[in-house]
């Protein structure tokens, strides 16, 4: 049975971090592209980071660039979001997921996990 679960959601101050994790079972993560999108009330689901399948290159949307960090460990199957210098505008339902397109695109995504509510707010 193909599944991802997310940990590590939360509520933050503005400034603060959260790393966000993603476990993979039934499949290897490694074969796939990999990506960690949100969802803002009102908003259509964006990409916020994404390893290409092909080459290993890393995605960030502008607005995360230096603040956000992907990364995976194969030997666990597992993946991470790690948020640092948040503000409230990051505030979302972030999901990771699993595709075979190199790209950041949700609808190109094939797997997908819950989906952690993360909350930037004094």
């Known amino acids: 049975q193909v599944q991802l679960v997310e940990s590590g959601g939360g509520l933050v101050q503005p400034g603060g971090s959260l790393r966000l994790s993603c476990a993979a079972s039934?499949?290897?993560?490694?074969?796939?592209?990999i990506g960690w999108f949100r969802q803002a009330p009102g908003k259509e689901r964006e990409g916020v980071s994404c390893?290409?399948?092909?080459?290993?290159?890393?995605y960030y949307r502008d607005s995360v660039k230096g603040r956000f960090a992907i990364s995976r460990d194969n030997a666990k199957n597992t993946m991470y979001l790690q948020m640092n210098s948040l503000k409230p505008e990051d505030t979302a339902v972030y999901y990771c997921?699993?595709?075979?397109?190199?790209?950041?695109?949700?609808?190109?995504?094939?797997?997908w996990g819950q989906g952690t509510q993360v909350t930037v707010s004094s």
């Open positions: 039934g499949f290897t993560l490694d074969f796939y592209a």
């Open positions: 997921a699993a595709g075979f397109h190199n790209n950041c695109i949700p609808g190109d995504y094939d797997y």
């Open positions: 390893i290409s399948r092909s080459d290993g290159s890393r």
